[in-house]
């Protein structure tokens, strides 16, 4: 897994959500990832959810022995959904780490348009975000954000007090540096011999 971070809780988390995939090659004494399975190998052909790491190392492996399938979060029916206006989507509900699993089951999409979904659905949650980096009610502005989200706008609103704390202070106040005046003389000076 190229973006993955191995002592990042959150993308722990990540990397454990389940994702559908289709075993390839029989696999012996695998039977037990298929809840329903009743032998003990695992046939070819066979659709199992696994966690995503999983599925990332056995789909690396020469030859894969699976193909991963998109989560339903990322079909076309989500993405019309999150194209039209992805404003009213609850990302809370459909899928708290929806940009980070997106980024990885990315590169799972033949025709690219995972990567333009979350990029559009950014886009026009972005508004939303702001305002719940600034809102005073910051429990119902962040209740439809993903965790991603919620976190953004968390660092968001502790900045705009760190701003707001410092201009009202008032006892730094902005100077030119003496670099820059120093050049703006040397640069004055210049032009007047010319």
């Known amino acids: ?65 699976v193909s991963v399938d998109l989560p339903k979060i990322y079909k076309e029916a989500y993405r019309e959904i999150l194209n039209a206006d992805a404003c009213t989507v609850d990302m809370h509900k459909l899928g708290q780490h929806f940009y980070e699993l997106g980024c990885y089951v990315a590169k799972h999409d033949i025709k690219g348009e995972v990567a333009n979904t979350l990029v559009n659905t950014f886009r026009q949650r972005f508004k939303m975000l702001l305002s719940a980096s600034v809102s005073s009610d910051s429990v119902g502005a962040v209740q439809p954000l993903s965790t991603s989200e919620r976190t953004r706008a968390a660092e968001a609103a502790t900045t705009e007090r760190a701003l707001s704390g410092w201009l009202q202070r008032g006892d730094c106040p902005l100077q030119t540096a003496n670099m820059v005046a120093n050049h703006r003389k040397r640069k004055r000076a210049e032009m007047e011999m010319l």
Request: net charge negative; charged share 25%; aromatic share 8%.
């Open 1 to 65: 897994m190229s973006n993955s971070n191995y002592l990042s809780i959150s993308d722990i988390l990540v990397t454990n959500e389940k994702v559908p995939c289709k075993f390839l090659h029989d696999l012996p004494k695998m039977g037990f990832l298929d809840p329903s399975a009743t032998e003990d190998d695992l046939k070819a052909g066979t659709n199992v959810e696994i966690p995503l790491w999983l599925a990332e190392s056995l789909y690396s492996r020469r030859p894969p022995l």
